[in-house]
């Protein structure tokens, strides 16, 4: 899982740390994978690598490491909603005319209801679509998620000690669609283009059965084959910081992060 870390991931995650879901994969993972309970870390580009789900008995005890504390482990029921699209804040979007006398981007169709650009003002930016409805689960407390791995984290620390550069994650919760697009891109001359059918005439009020064109490859979005796409949320426990003595240097310490998950595929 691990390959060459150019940067995008780690940037892409930063610029839409504002939408304040969390952490956000520039690439899909799949919700089979990453989902509540499970702990790892993120290499450099971008991947997730899992340790175990921390809210299994089993799992933890086959590790040797400790169970949690189920007390105040509460799932919360799966809750629905639609997203409109993400943007970081170096791009903004404008709905463009679908008239006879303006010329369509390659890849449109004349006969799209609606057609909208995505500029770059800065370095970088990124656009995430979620097609349908987008799934929150995950738990109501985070804490007993962060008493395991101040508990635990000795041992882990040895088992795995690459958490000492690439950090540890414990997901708490996840935001899951089926269909999801992203685009990043570094050049401010190239402008981004979507076309909608089906009836759309707004970008926010896309459905499952909404037809876009134009997100292809060649044009830098990146779809899973499946059309499935699991994007992490992350916080960081900043300010209260959890801190852990790492084990093998006295005078270190490492900062654990706790995880929720945005678009993820199912």
């Known amino acids: 899982m691990t390959g060459k870390d150019d940067g995008l991931p780690q940037q892409y995650?930063?610029?839409?740390?504002?939408?304040?879901l969390g952490y956000a994969f520039y690439e899909p993972e799949s919700s089979l994978v990453v989902k509540p309970g499970s702990c790892g870390y993120i290499d450099g580009s971008g991947s997730w690598h899992p340790i175990l789900n921390v809210a299994s008995d089993a799992e933890a005890g086959k590790a040797g490491l400790?169970?949690?504390d189920k007390a105040g482990v509460v799932k919360l029921a799966?809750?629905?909603r639609l997203w409109g699209p993400k943007l970081?804040?170096?791009?903004?979007?404008?709905?463009?005319?679908?008239?006879?006398?303006?010329?369509i981007p390659a890849g449109i169709p004349a006969t799209a209801n609606s057609l909208v650009e995505f500029e770059l003002h800065s370095d970088f930016g990124a656009v995430l679509l979620c097609k349908g409805?987008?799934?929150?689960?995950?738990?109501?407390?985070?804490?007993?998620?962060?008493e395991w791995a101040r508990a635990n984290m000795s041992q882990l620390l040895q088992k795995y000690p690459t958490i000492r550069s690439s950090g540890f994650y414990v997901v708490t919760n996840t935001f899951t669609s089926k269909d999801i697009l992203v685009n990043g891109w570094r050049t401010k001359s190239n402008k981004v283009h979507l076309g909608f059918g089906g009836g759309v005439e707004s970008i926010a009020n896309i459905s499952a059965n909404t037809e876009i064109y134009g997100a292809t490859a060649a044009s830098g979005w990146i779809q899973p084959a499946n059309g499935k796409f699991?994007?992490?949320?992350?916080?960081?426990?900043r300010g209260d910081n959890l801190?852990?003595?790492?084990?093998?240097?006295?005078?270190?310490?490492?900062?654990?992060?706790e995880a929720r998950f945005g678009a993820e595929s199912n």
């Open 243 to 257: 801190i852990i003595q790492d084990p093998d240097v006295e005078a270190d310490a490492l900062e654990v992060k």
């Open 78 to 80: 799966p809750s629905t």
């Open 66 to 68: 400790g169970i949690i």
């Open 133 to 146: 409805d987008v799934i929150k689960r995950g738990y109501a407390h985070d804490d007993p998620f962060r």
């Open 88 to 103: 970081t804040e170096t791009v903004s979007s404008r709905s463009l005319s679908m008239s006879a006398d303006v010329p």
């Open 230 to 237: 699991k994007e992490k949320v992350q916080e960081k426990w």
């Open 13 to 20: 995650n930063a610029l839409m740390s504002h939408h304040k």
